[in-house]
C-alpha cells in the first residue's frame, strides 16, 4: 500500500523500521540511550552543583551569566537523562525513532559548538573530547534508528 509519491504507507514504514530496529538496532539504541543517561546525569549535576568546577577541566572561565547558563545547560543535560530512561524500554514505534533522531541532532549541534569553543580558545584541547562524545553519540543514534537499503523510506524522513 503506497501513500503516493513513492512513500510507503505509515504502517508500511512502522513495520520496515520496527524489522530494522529488532535486527540488531534496537540493541545498539539501548546501549547508546542507557549510557548516554549516565553521562548526561553526572554532567548535568556537576553543572547544577559545581558549574564552575566542571568548566575549568576543560579551560573555561566565566561570569555569573556563565554559571548561569551552565546551570541551565545542566538542567537541560538532567531532562535528556530521563528520557533516555524513560524512552528505553519503549517499543520501536515513530514516536520514539522521532525522539532518539532528535537527540541526535542536538549532539551534532552541540559538536559543532564544541568545535567553536575549542578554536576560539573557550575550551582546552579536552574540548576535543567533547566533540567526540557528541559525534558520537549522534552517529550511534543514526546508526542504531537508520533502515539499511531501504531507500523509500529515505523519502519520508
Given at each position: 500500500m503506497r501513500s503516493g509519491k513513492g512513500v510507503p504507507a505509515p504502517d508500511t514504514y512502522t513495520a520496515r523500521l520496527g524489522a530494522t530496529l529488532a535486527e540488531g538496532g534496537l540493541e545498539l539504541i539501548r546501549l547508546v540511550q542507557s549510557v548516554d543517561a549516565v553521562v548526561a546525569l553526572a554532567f548535568g549535576i556537576g553543572l547544577l552543583i559545581a558549574p564552575d568546577v566542571v568548566l575549568s577541566?576543560?579551560?573555561a572561565h566565566t561570569d555569573a551569566v556563565g554559571v548561569l547558563v551552565?546551570?541551565?545547560a545542566g538542567a537541560q543535560l538532567l531532562g535528556y537523562a530521563a528520557i533516555?530512561?524513560?524512552?528505553?524500554?519503549v517499543s520501536a514505534s515513530d514516536f520514539r525513532v522521532g525522539i532518539i533522531r532528535a537527540e541526535a541532532l542536538v549532539n551534532a549541534?552541540?559538536?559543532l559548538a564544541a568545535i567553536g569553543g575549542v578554536l576560539a580558545g573557550a575550551l582546552n584541547t579536552l574540548g576535543w573530547s567533547l566533540v567526540a562524545t557528541f559525534v558520537a553519540f549522534g552517529a550511534l543514534r543514526i546508526l542504531g534508528t537508520w533502515p539499511m537499503g531501504k531507500r523509500e523510506?529515505?523519502?519520508h524522513l
Open positions: 577541566i576543560y579551560g551552565a546551570r541551565l533516555d530512561v524513560l524512552t528505553l524500554r549541534i552541540a559538536a523510506v529515505l523519502t
